[in-house]
Nanobody
Framework: QVQLVESGGGLVQAGGSLKLSCAAS????????MGWFRQAPGKEREFVAA????????SYVDSVKGRFTISRDNAKNTVYLQMNSLKPEDTAVYYC??????????????????WGQGTQVTVSS
């Protein structure tokens, strides 16, 4: 069983930064792509970013390009999301998830099998 635990969320003013972490249990972390999603109140879950197992390939939703950076440390079984220039519309619960396919990472939530419990990010204006 894989467990994903997010941390690093909090309250920040617009223009500020936060770095989210997602620690994974298990010995096969380095074999899987990882992604970040978010869900704001009253809205559907939204893809934010993903990274291949090797770290060579990344993907971002247009609204965060140039502001957010996904990275991973396979030695620590951890994936990160550095969020800069935060905006009030970035307010959401952020989830990390494991990509279940042996293919290029996708933005489709159905392609991810294990999910963390989420961490709240609130950006004040």
């Amino acid at each position: 069983q894989v467990q994903l635990v997010e941390s690093g969320g909090g309250l920040v003013q617009a223009g500020g930064s936060l770095k989210l972490s997602c620690a994974a249990s298990g010995r096969t972390f380095s074999s899987y792509g990882m992604g970040w999603f978010r869900q704001a109140p009253g809205k559907e879950r939204e893809f934010v970013a993903a990274m291949s197992w090797s770290g060579r390939s990344t993907s971002y939703v247009d609204s965060v390009k140039g502001r957010f950076t996904i990275s991973r440390d396979n030695a620590k079984n951890t994936v990160y999301l550095q969020m800069n220039s935060l905006k009030p519309e970035d307010t959401a619960v952020y989830y990390c998830a494991r990509f279940r396919l042996s293919a290029a990472v996708t933005p489709n939530a159905d392609d991810y099998d294990y999910w963390g419990q989420g961490t709240q990010v609130t950006v004040s204006s």
